[in-house]
């Protein structure tokens, strides 16, 4: 009987000596740097059931224990860092966007390369840092190149890759519930950039895991990729957009709500896909993304706001169009939405800047406190920053 070629790399993995688990409670390293080292877990009985990364081997995340009155508390957080492609016609010199088989070779496609990661910023380990420094916090490694949505049966017949972030999504947050987590009383479900995309992508998924009575709201991070209006600035994330859907297949992991109405493309799509999300979602986003200004309009543009140079007034006008629809994208108001849009020029704020003034008036509030405030419905947050020109600082 002849025996699939997606059956033998699966078996092949089966017999790599992989770690059946590493414990998570194992001592975390301290960083010089100010961060904390938390070793990996990988799920190897992810394999049997094809949750696996781009190169085929199982999902790995990184799990800081709660401590004291916030161990039944949780932070789940999906990693970013771009897409892959079937081809390197926009590959990004920073490896945001690179082929797949490019991607496949290192820790963003595959969990044998992954060791330690760094717990700081928004999930970090330091009380000075952040209001969630005891809550379980976990990191779930982006090794699938399509925002965890992917869902493809079948290995690629050429590169024999595997497209199956979906997959590997919910195979990593059932282990999290039998490990406690389906009795936690508070849940944060985070991510940045394409990670962030992936929130949106699953919040409703995630958050309708829990009883009645459990806080479970989402964070989508820096993740508003637009395909903007003008269609010569519109060619890098429209053929981004179009290949992922169509290499990746994320169909099923979208709203069905969506996918009735408009294609996998369209619904993959940011702006339309967070109009769909009913749970609770809060956004934080830069009106003048730098990852988007860099792709979408130049790099001499962004080269001028980062070196603080002038902008002549054809890009100005650009950059506040690019502004205006950026804020035509937040999801519509009410109770449950909550969204801070900076003029700060930055991609990551909850990793770099979450701690920094986000608006450009210094007495404003912070992303943690602001977060904070609308997680524990202390108050509404939608705020837009006045300012309608891009300031950069590495504070």
């Known amino acids: 009987m002849a025996i699939s070629t997606d059956w033998i790399i699966l078996l092949i993995f089966s017999l790599v000596t992989f770690p059946q688990y590493v414990n998570p409670y194992s001592i975390p390293t301290p960083n010089p740097q100010g961060g904390t080292l938390i070793p990996k877990t990988i799920i190897q009985s992810a394999i049997e059931k094809g949750a696996v990364c781009l190169d085929g081997s199982p999902p790995a995340y990184h799990f800081s224990p709660g401590k004291g009155e916030d161990a039944s508390n949780w932070l789940i957080y999906l990693q970013g860092g771009g897409w ?3 081809n390197d016609a926009y590959s990004t010199p920073d490896f945001s966007v690179q082929s797949c088989p490019n991607r496949a070779a290192g820790d963003l496609g595959s969990s044998l390369n992954i060791t330690t990661f760094e717990f700081k910023g928004f999930y970090g380990t330091n009380e000075k840092n952040t209001y969630f420094y005891k809550w379980n916090r976990v990191v779930i490694r982006y090794c699938d190149g399509g925002s965890f949505a992917g869902d493809v049966e079948n290995p690629d017949p050429v590169t024999k890759l595997y497209y199956r972030g979906a997959r590997i999504f919910q195979v990593v ?6 490990k406690g987590m389906k009795a936690a009383k508070n849940v944060i479900f985070a991510g940045g950039s394409a990670g962030g995309l992936g929130v949106l992508v699953h919040c409703d998924n995630f958050t309708s895991r829990f009883p009645k009575g459990v806080r479970v709201k ?4 820096s993740s508003l990729f637009l395909v903007v209006k003008d269609p010569n600035h ?21 709203p069905i709500e969506c996918t009735s109405k408009m294609s996998p493309f369209e619904c993959f ?3 339309n ?6 749970s609770p979602l809060f956004i934080v986003h830069s009106a003048f993304d730098s990852f988007q200004v860099r792709n979408t309009f130049s790099m ?8 603080h140079s002038s902008v002549c007034p054809s890009d100005m006008a650009l950059l506040q169009d690019f502004r205006q629809q950026i804020i035509s994208a937040l999801p519509h108001s009410s109770a449950t939405k909550g969204f801070i849009v900076t003029s700060r020029f930055g991609h990551g704020f909850a990793l770099n800047y979450y701690k920094t003034k986000m608006l450009a008036d210094q007495n404003s509030t912070t992303i943690v ?15 837009i920053d006045p300012s309608n020109v891009p300031y950069y600082t590495n504070d």
Do not use: G
């Open 173 to 178: 947050v059932d282990e999290l519930m039998a």
């Open 234 to 254: 519109a060619k890098f994330f429209k053929a981004i957009f179009t290949d992922v859907v169509a290499l990746h297949q994320p169909n099923k992991a979208l």
């Open 369 to 383: 406190s602001a977060f904070y405030d609308w997680y524990f419905d202390q108050r509404p947050v939608n705020l």
């Open 269 to 271: 799509q940011p702006k």
């Open 218 to 221: 989402c964070l989508s991070d």
């Open 300 to 307: 001499d543009l962004y080269n001028a706001i980062k070196n």
């Open 273 to 278: 896909l967070v109009q769909y999300v009913k």
């Open 84 to 86: 892959c492609m079937s």
